[in-house]
């Protein structure tokens, strides 16, 4: 059996007390989420630039 990519993966990660915060990319558009991980809530949004943009990365991650 072929080994299947990876549809998202961790780019960016970081603990904030009793929650985290991860930046997720799709690996096939290449575009970001911030991940907000809490005790109970959590949230997905795309990640925005500072024009209001989706960040969109063009070197996909392997």
Do not use: H
């Amino acid at each position: 059996m072929r080994d299947k990519k990876k549809r998202f993966v961790v780019k960016e990660e970081q603990s904030l007390g009793f929650g985290a915060v991860q930046i997720v990319v799709d690996t096939e558009t290449g575009v970001n989420y911030l991940l907000t991980i809490d005790t109970g809530v959590s949230g997905l949004t795309p990640l925005l630039d500072r024009n209001g943009a989706v960040v969109i990365d063009t070197v996909l991650p392997e």
